[in-house]
């Protein structure tokens, strides 16, 4: 396939993160959106894009882009695209659809417009219709339509790319694979020195900073992606990407990875997560109450992802927590960088601590902040930041 425009889509609050990703690919920035980026290449760069993103959601590979305004109109055009050299009559096909267009109540109906003009379109040409259905697990393409204008893509990723693989035992609201991507990100840690993660819950953040501190593709462990189904994949070429990939891992880490909870089940679930992702040698895992969680000497960064609470009581008793996470950054972890994410910025306020600058991120649909704080050893007075207290 030609070069085109590949669409890169993210959750809110990550769009910075997810362009320092594209160039360090050496991919261009062609533009930035307020959920995703977009930039260009050939299908094999939709292949690479999926095997080393982090914080993207889903490589959007776009086909065509035109004007258009109704249903009928749409299938029309749609129905002018060579779908019989993209999705194989005998496979099956899923069509997501984002739609802004005061015509259209329900977007759902202008992805089975869609749908319709792909099968019908095969059918004319091959003699057979492939199935079609819900599943993002093979063939999917996503329909774009806001207001007189439709693009259409191949979505290349199929399930998200959150879906790294490695999380088989989730606990109760677990931080996306994405979102602790660009939390690791933000810290600035690559590995030298030493990553601390207490309340570690089931070990997203920390498994997600092995990977980076690792230099391991996010993508290795996803079996199944968009791409696979569609015509034209060749196998070798993926399996070539992999094995270029699985070269330039790091075998040891540099630094340390220190992981704790003070629940013995988060840990065992937190130590098979980190097996599955092939990276539990490389993070010490402990359970213990937050505060005791060991601090090695030197520099590094501290990492805490509380709980928020949702309602006005749970904040309430969650109080006497954030006043003792200040304690703890103050107190045991001074020579570190100490690091916050909440969605409350009210019970960011008893960390007592200023910060020195803050990221503003979304855990699904809840606005959170991820506030910094420079630890120093003895007394400093700190000029500039966000006061928080």
Known sequence: MLKTRIFITCPKGLVPFLKQELLALKYPVLSEHIAGVETEGGFIDALVLNLFLRTGHRVLFQLASFPVDNTTDLYKRLSNTRWESFIPEDGYVCVTASVANVNIKDPRYAALKCKDAIVDRIREKRGRRPDAGPERNRSVVHLYWNDGWCIVYLDTSGEPLSRRGYRKIPLRAPMQETLAAAVVLATGWKGGSTYINPMCGSGTLAIEA???????????????????????????????????????????????????????????????????????????????????????????????????????????????????????????????????????PGLAKKVGLKAKQSWQLFNSNIECSLYEYDLYAGSKKIKTGIQLS
């Not at 070798?236 to 891992?249: G, I, P, S, T, Y």
């Not at 220190?258 to 065992?268: E, G, H, K, R, V």
């Not at 505060?291 to 006005?312: A, C, F, H, Q």
């Not at 003792?324 to 409350?344: H, P």
Request: aromatic residues 8%; positive net charge.
């Open 210 to 344: 092995a990977l980076i501190g690792l230099n391991r593709a996010p993508g290795l462990l996803r079996k199944n992606y968009g791409f696979m189904h569609i015509i034209g994949f060749q196998e070798a070429v993926w399996q070539k990407l992999r094995e270029k990939a699985r070269k330039d891992e790091k075998k040891i880490l540099a630094g340390r990875i220190i992981a704790t909870d003070l629940d013995p089940s988060a840990i065992a679930t937190s130590r098979k997560n980190a097996k599955v992702a092939g990276v539990e040698h490389a993070i010490e895992f402990s359970a213990c109450n937050f505060s005791d969680t060991p601090i090695p000497t030197g520099k590094g960064v501290v990492v805490l992802n509380p709980e928020y609470g949702e309602r006005m009581g749970e904040r309430t008793e969650l109080m006497a927590t954030y006043k003792s996470i200040g304690d703890f950054l103050k107190q045991r972890c001074q020579g570190y960088t100490g690091f916050v994410f909440t969605g409350s």
